[in-house]
């Protein structure tokens, strides 16, 4: 029987290796560029030939028309582009559609590989990885055409040198977007309409970001991907893509203080200006391609007359200081684009503390090392608390079992005389509990930094990690690439993987509880199937369960050795289990 169940354990375990692998290949697929071309020049109307015409407003609608397949390159080499350069952030705005479709952020390369360029947030419309913010205005009722050529009073968008384009109607509606930049990911854009014709307009300024999800990160519980944003103060972001694509459209509750797209390390949103808005909603458009849309309420613009509107664009990386900046400059709830949850109280402080380390030592690894034992000193009273407690209970447990012996016909005498005995022997059996209840957000809450810190990635260590967030990219079986050939997903195991098996099989060692043959065997094996299943996880995640673990055995070994009843207790279920040995 047992050995039926072990076998049983070893199938499924091997069943959940294979899962996981087939998980990862599903959620993180390779992508390749396209190289279809199309044409950009401008036809006698301003528009573009063979692009989407205008449509319906609504809620600005959906989509009339697919967009023809572009290469990146050519689109980008058109004539009909303005420069963007900034500290941080580089691209161009397409004058075709006012569009800003073109944005690489400066600070942070594509891969780890120093001669990688940087990486590529915003593309054109039509390429694999079209990504973009456009602005523009609804004329009585009609979305103005998103394929009109724009005029623009620049030749490059800078912190010191704003651009304005304009564009005038046949109906004598000459519109204007002013775009202004700062030092770091927010562009700020003024839609003015000028009103010169005959009668009255009716008009209502918009904005939109509309991006594919195919080369999105995956959407996890502990960090989102998708679309998000702060409604009534609060922040939305109950759906991925693909449950937004089964809804088709949601426009939360409550007025928009900012939204947009999040993906782990990168976030689009649009801010509001102090205009009425109309609608600020989000929307599928099929074919893995989502909008974000916000629409100011409807003004009515006399001959002669004029409005104005502006909405600020973040477009950058989720940076904890520079969104915490903008949150204090007025946008609500900016900061909370990066997913921190419940325990934020506690994730900030490491953070910052993780910074700090890294400034002072220069390596990222040993930050994580240097944090992962302050965390562990700080906690280790509230673990020797609990040790203490445990020890109590240990040395009441004869006393405990002779009432639980005499009264075993009478539960409720029983469990009166194990309450006196708990007063008697001034022992809580609950003060156990609470310090491990303590210590699990505080160590949540450092696994969770590691996950969505930005300054993590791309961060080397030592030798061969040269990413620590990025799995560990050595390989036992094909000898750290001596042998000529991949190995497969489920057994890329590296040495950091190996190394956690190591020290979880050490830290389950101590478990001090008397155990039957199936959960030893368990016990036993278990290690190492956490082991394949961890190896995919981010080096840098990897290396701090290792020094946790490492840790663990340290702090509980010196623990054992302060209180004998603990120690008598591991040694004793050690003889229990059939085969066991007492350990010293």
Partial sequence: MDNRNLLLAVLLSGLLILGWDVGMRYFYPEAALSTQAMPTDPAADGSIPGAAPAVDAGSLGGEAAAARKVDLAAELASANRVAIDTPRVAGSINLVGARIDDIVLKDYRETAAKDSGPVRLFAPEGTPGQYFAEFGFVAGGVRQPSTAVWQADGAKLTPETPVTLTRTDAAGVTYAIRFAVDQNYMITATQTANNAGAAAAIIQPFALIKRTDRFATIDQWIAHSGPVGVFAGTLWDPHSYDELAELGSEKPEGKASWLGFTDQYWLSALVPGKGETDSASFRSLGDNLFRSDLLYAATTVPAGGSLTQSTRLYAGAKDSQILDLYEDSGITNFGLAISWGWFAVVEKPILWLLRTLNGLVGNFGLAII?????????????AQKGFASMASMKAVQPKMKEIQERFK????????????????????????????????PVFFALYKVLVLAIEMRHEPFILWIKDLSAPDPAHILNLFGVLPYDVPGFLAIGPLAVLLGIT??????????????????????MPWILMFVMAPFAAGLLLYWVTSNILTVAQQSYLYSKHPQLKAAKAKAGEAAPGGKAKG
């Fill in 370 to 382: 240097l944090l992962t034992v302050i965390i562990r000193g700080l906690m280790f009273p509230i």
């Fill in 409 to 440: 016909d009478d539960k409720q005498r029983q469990q009166q005389e194990i309450m006196k005995l708990y007063k008697d022997e001034k022992v809580n059996p609950l003060s156990g509990c609470l310090p491990m209840l303590i210590q699990i």
């Fill in 504 to 525: 979880m099989w050490l830290t389950f060692r101590l478990n001090p509880t008397a155990m039957d043959p199936v959960q030893k065997q368990m016990f036993a094996i």
